[in-house]
């Protein structure tokens, strides 16, 4: 079984709509973030999340907004998607107890959205 | 602001070939991550450099950090077509564990 699994992992939907991504993790990570990818631009940070109680915002959180209802779930919603966010998003996670200074994250498979 | 470049962006190569994908940062930074996604999958952590010098190699791919020059480099010998893929690299950009991404060198190993 995969460690850290999105769902859902395709989503076709229309101007304005509310939408929610939701991400699980079995690894017993502390640490989970949300990123999206865009043809020719890499990883973007939307949110992150240290523990439960911990919320930040990342490079473009914009339009986003995200709930971390325990520290193996972690969701991304889009409150009135807009045609631009329109990319491939990726949920990941890390683990701060790991050997001081390493922030390896794993990832999960991601969703495909698409707004029309 | 910090800048993380790769090039290049696009590499076709033939196999049995040799090339570097380079990996430049804007900050002081001692730890760097190597990622390989195929098309329409997801991350995979290839590497982990946590230290200048520091030097990892699995299989035909090698990967060395140089914190004082702020470069990083992924070495392929003798490339084969199960290489192909898009290598990301990421910079540990401090004690809170925020990766910042290159935007990643899509690599093509044609026969």
């Known amino acids: 079984d995969a460690d850290v699994t999105q769902t859902p992992r395709n989503r076709i939907t229309k101007t304005g709509k509310r939408i929610m991504l939701e991400c699980s993790q079995t690894?017993?990570?502390?640490?989970m973030y949300w990123y999206r990818q865009d043809p020719g631009l890499g990883l973007r940070l939307i949110y992150y999340?240290?523990?439960?109680?911990?919320?930040n915002k990342g490079e473009i959180s914009d339009g986003y907004s995200v709930s971390r209802q325990a520290q193996a779930k972690f969701s991304l919603s889009l409150e009135s998607a807009i045609p631009n966010q329109t990319a491939l998003y990726f949920c990941a996670t890390s683990d701060s107890a790991r050997l001081a200074g390493v922030h390896e994250q794993f990832f999960g498979p991601g969703t495909r959205l698409t707004v029309l | 602001e910090l800048k993380v470049e790769q090039n290049p962006l696009f590499l076709s190569m033939q196999e049995g070939k040799n090339y570097t994908i380079y990996c430049n940062y804007s900050t002081t930074s001692d730890r760097l991550y190597w990622y390989r996604q195929d098309p329409g999958k997801s991350l995979e952590s290839l590497f982990v450099?946590?230290?200048?010098?520091a030097v990892k190699q699995e299989g035909r791919l090698m990967a060395s950090l140089d914190t004082k020059a702020r470069l990083s480099t992924l070495h392929i010998t003798a490339a084969v077509h199960d290489l192909s893929a898009t290598y990301f690299c990421?910079?540990?950009?401090?004690?809170?564990?925020?990766?910042?991404f290159g935007k990643g060198t899509k690599l093509s190993v044609k026969p």
């Open positions: 990421a910079v540990d950009v401090g004690s809170q564990g925020n990766l910042i």
């Open positions: 450099l946590l230290s200048n010098g």
């Open positions: 999340s240290f523990d439960v109680k911990d919320i």
């Open positions: 690894k017993g990570h502390d640490r």
